[in-house]
């Protein structure tokens, strides 16, 4: 589909929030994009996790690493969006999701924090109980703080900077190793060092976890196969795009 864009704004240090009308969706947290870009040199698309949906309007937060997001960021009010969306299985749609659980944990680290926000409203319209633990490099890197605010309840760590008032020095496991026993599970998305950390810790709280894996995508569809998880139970690689990017936890061989 091709969409208009209504913004799309810089919010932290190369990180940018776009957002786009792209009605008649029906879009579930966990879910990305695939943006597609003029230019012969850029035939691939961008896979962005999908940051919100509502009243048509899908928000996207991503962050410039290469042409394609660089060209992204140029992109005005009123321009033209190719996309294809929605992509991927959902966090919403595993086992343990808000039908069994009423007291949940979010967790994000850096630009990981973006999905879940969507995921935040779907478990609060749900009468889920949702709290938040959000890690940043550095509070200019931090995101969608104002978002958060007011919708759930949520700690803030930063892994440079000393103690302040509204957040705590150190990582985000830090933040939640003695609380993630509160909880009934655990949702995340970030680094794979905080993906597995997190793993260890769940599992030894006996808490489900369900992880949104980012990786490099080629295609978004699970045709090239550049995006392999290992699983436990499978002889085969699983693919991130077609086969996630959520996964149960508990199941990945982390490498």
């Not at 896979?47 to 899908?58: K, T």
């Amino acid at each position: 589909m091709t969409g208009c864009i209504l913004s799309n704004k810089r919010i932290a240090p190369d990180i940018f929030d776009l957002r786009v009308n792209a009605p008649g969706l029906f879009v579930q947290p966990g879910q990305f994009a695939n943006v597609y870009l003029d230019g012969t040199d850029m035939l691939l698309p961008r896979p962005i996790s999908v940051c919100d949906y509502e009243n048509s309007v899908m928000r996207l937060v991503y962050r410039v690493v290469g042409k394609g997001t660089a060209a992204m960021a140029q992109l005005k009010r009123n321009d033209s969006l190719r996309l294809v969306a929605p992509l991927g299985n959902a966090f919403t749609t595993k086992k343990g999701d808000t039908q069994k659980a009423k007291r949940v944990l979010l967790v994000g680290g850096g630009l990981g924090v973006s999905p879940l926000l969507y995921l935040a409203k779907t478990f609060r319209r749900a009468g889920v109980e949702v709290f938040g633990a959000f890690g940043f490099r550095s509070p200019e890197w931090e995101i969608l703080r104002a978002d958060f605010k007011g919708l759930i309840d949520f700690d803030v760590s930063y892994d440079e900077t000393e103690q302040t008032i509204s957040a705590h020095k150190g990582t985000v496991i830090d933040l939640i190793r003695e609380t993630i026993g509160n909880f009934e599970m655990v949702c995340a998305c970030g680094p794979v060092p905080m993906l597995k950390a997190l793993t260890g810790l769940s599992q030894s709280a006996g808490i489900p976890l369900w992880v949104s894996l980012e990786e490099h995508m080629a295609c978004g569809v699970g045709a090239c196969l550049c995006c392999p998880v290992a699983l436990k139970d499978s002889a085969a690689y699983k693919r991130i795009c077609a086969d996630g990017p959520v996964f149960d936890a508990s199941a990945i061989i982390w490498q």
